[in-house]
Structures are given as C-alpha cells and as structure tokens.
C-alpha cells in the first residue's frame, strides 16, 4: 500500500520560500509512512535532502506557473517527484545540489509533466 503526499505551491514563492513550503508539508508526513521501518530517520533525511534540492532547481527553472510535487512511499522506496522544469535536467555542474540529489538517490529521472515541462523524479532506499 503506497502512502504519499501531494503538493502545490504557487508563482508568488521564491525558490528558498518553495524549498520551506515543501520542507514542512512533506516532514510533517513522511516520518508518519515511515514508522516502523528499519532506517526511518536515515530514509526521512535523504528524502528531505532530495526534495529540498529537487524544488530548487525547479523553482529556478519553472516551465508552467505553479510548482508541484509528490512524495509516496510504496514500502520499499521513498519517490521524490517535482515538476514542471523547463527542459532536462541540468549538469550537476551547473547545479551543485543535484550531486545531493545523484548521492542520496538510488534512481534519478525525467518525465513530460502536464504544465508542459518535465518533471523530475528520485528514489531513495528506505
């Protein structure tokens, strides 16, 4: 059984205020899906570390007017998903926090979002 959160945050937040929106939506429930499960807390960090890189990026690079996301966990992983980033991925290169995000997460992807961008995805190992 998958347990996860939804969540939308609108145009007038910056990056940082998306990346404190999220933050708190996402810690007040994810330790909740978690409970009883060996490495919780290890899990519950990595997946925060994840999102709060994964918003940011976005937040900078928005291709539709809201940002939104999702975080489920199926019993096995955590999955970080935040879209609608305009065009791929970029480099860790020119975004440092996504080596946060490629160290933490076991898989890293892409998909077509609805607000016409992609939307990112990454899986932690709970």
Do not use: N
């Amino acid at each position: 059984m998958e347990s996860s959160i939804d969540f939308t945050i609108g145009p007038e937040a910056s990056p940082a205020e998306a990346m404190e929106r999220a933050g708190a939506m996402v810690g007040l429930s994810l330790p909740r899906f978690l409970k009883g499960v060996w490495g919780a807390e290890r899990a519950c960090a990595a997946a925060q570390a994840v999102l709060a890189e994964l918003v940011d990026v976005t937040a900078r690079h928005k291709a539709g007017i809201d940002l939104v996301g999702r975080v489920a966990f199926d019993g096995l992983h955590v999955t970080v998903s935040v879209g609608d980033m305009l065009g791929p991925l970029p480099d860790p290169e020119t975004e440092p926090g996504l080596y946060v995000v490629h160290r933490l997460a076991s898989v890293v992807g892409q998909y077509d979002g609805y607000q016409g961008g992609r939307v990112t995805w990454a899986s932690v190992a709970a």
